[in-house]
């Protein structure tokens, strides 16, 4: 919109017009470029604050003990400054990396991944974090470094490679050590073997860590051919005093994941419980998030199942409800607990009765809270999550592939090219 003084100015301009038509004529052209020249303004402010303000951020603060660094270790993460369990995990495992240097003796840094539109950020806004984070890139500024140990998200282990330029390829080739070590936190999002190809031939060593029991085993290590190593996602809900029963207010909150029966169940929730109030959890902080997830009488997932929606809720003294699925549950021991269904149509069918039920008798839904939290609180501690991250960062794995798994592997991924006149093996440098 042009300002007062701009129009004075086209006013007075068009007084110099010989005839009324071209005074109008002259007012609308002033005017015109006015605001055409606001509109470019505006774009490349934009465009300014969202790219070139967070690199000059992230310039000006990158740590000079990283750029004098021997040893670097880089917890990758998405370019997306967002709320979810994977996130949060990546900066909680951060920041015991950090906590343990004096075990380890790596610098510790976190980095959004390479990505094609150059996005970044320098503060995680959805969690109390202390953690100043940098774009990938600027690791080219830490040229002494000879060991270089980098945590890379299964979904981005695919694309990883690719999105390299030649100067950080040529970087990554010239170290003495690569480690990369894929976390595995989401068996639907790890890609196979086969991708990990080119990762294979620039790494020293790559392995994988791995956040469910459920896809944790010797089958897995094989599987991927890759040392492995259990580190179950935990998160400190101390900051979170919980509540009662009696405490919880008339409140349902359920996940943002798209699930075959997450429509019907909503349907269901909104006919049969219209005094409640219905809460999606999207697009909010962290402790926005607890703070709901502290009220709320239930919880639903229909995500993973065994996930935060289930188990923050219920560590803050409610019910969780959802789907057991087998690639992440620990056990289908879990199937005896009445908040967890068989099936997504047992969830459409029961999930009425359940909630009414539960709710309508405080002492059952107790008993089922304390159960559930008790067999919980089997899988996952503060000092063994503690302990895992440190043979992590001490590259001290539980699970080793077998050879077998190894040479499977080679089979079904490199046989056309050992087949292929010329081939010698592959490389580091």
Not at 38 to 67: C, G, I, W, Y
Not at 68 to 78: A, C, F, G, Y
Request: hydrophobic letters at 40%; proline letters at 4%.
């Amino acid at each position: 919109m042009p300002s007062k003084p701009m129009k004075f100015f086209a006013n007075i301009a068009a007084f110099f017009g010989p005839t009324k038509d071209a005074r109008r004529r002259i007012r609308r052209r002033i005017l015109g470029e006015t605001k055409e020249h606001v509109r470019k303004e505006s774009n490349a402010l934009a465009t300014f604050s969202e790219v070139a303000v967070l690199t000059r951020a992230q310039d000006f603060l990158f740590p000079v003990s990283a750029m004098k660094s021997r040893r670097l270790m880089v917890m990758v993460v998405p370019e997306h400054n967002d709320m979810s369990g994977g996130i949060y995990s990546f900066f909680s495992i951060a920041n015991q990396m950090h906590a343990m240097r004096r075990i380890h003796g790596y610098d510790v840094l976190v980095m959004t991944r390479p990505n094609e539109t150059g996005h970044t950020y320098v503060r995680l806004k959805a969690f109390r974090n202390a953690e100043t984070v940098y774009r990938f890139e600027q690791i080219l500024l830490c040229d002494k470094v000879e060991e270089l140990y980098l945590h890379i998200p299964e979904y981005a282990a695919r694309y990883f490679y690719d999105l390299l330029s030649p100067e950080l390829l040529k970087y990554l080739k010239t170290r003495k050590k690569l480690y990369i070590n894929i976390m595995n936190q989401n068996i639907k999002l790890m890609p196979e073997a086969s991708v990990f190809r080119n990762l294979r031939g620039l790494a020293t060593e790559i392995s994988q860590s791995v956040a469910h029991h459920a896809y944790f085993g010797q089958d897995f290590a094989d599987r991927y051919n890759l040392p492995t190593l259990l580190l179950p996602a935990y998160t400190d809900l101390s900051p979170y005093p919980g509540s009662t029963f009696e405490e919880k207010r008339k409140l349902i909150i359920y996940s943002q994941d798209e699930a075959p029966h997450r429509r019907a169940c909503l349907a269901i929730l909104e006919r049969e419980f219209s005094d409640y109030e219905l809460v999606e959890i999207r697009g909010m902080s962290f402790d926005r998030y607890m703070q709901l997830a502290t009220d709320c009488q239930f919880s639903i997932s229909f995500g993973e199942g065994f996930d935060g929606y289930v188990a923050q809720p219920i560590q803050q003294g409610g019910i969780g409800l959802t789907v057991y699925r087998e690639e992440f549950f620990p056990s289908d021991e879990f199937l005896k607990y009445y908040n967890i269904f068989a099936s997504e149509e047992e969830m459409v069918s029961e999930l009425a009765l359940r909630m009414r039920r539960l709710s309508a008798d405080p002492e059952l839904y107790k008993s089922l809270n304390r159960a559930f939290k008790e067999e919980h609180d089997k899988l996952y501690s503060f000092g063994d999550y503690v302990g895992c991250i440190r043979k992590l960062v001490l590259r001290d794995f539980d699970l080793f592939p077998t050879q077998n798994a190894a040479v499977s592997v080679i089979t079904l991924e490199d046989q056309e090219s050992l087949n292929r006149p010329g081939f010698a093996g592959g490389s580091n440098s």
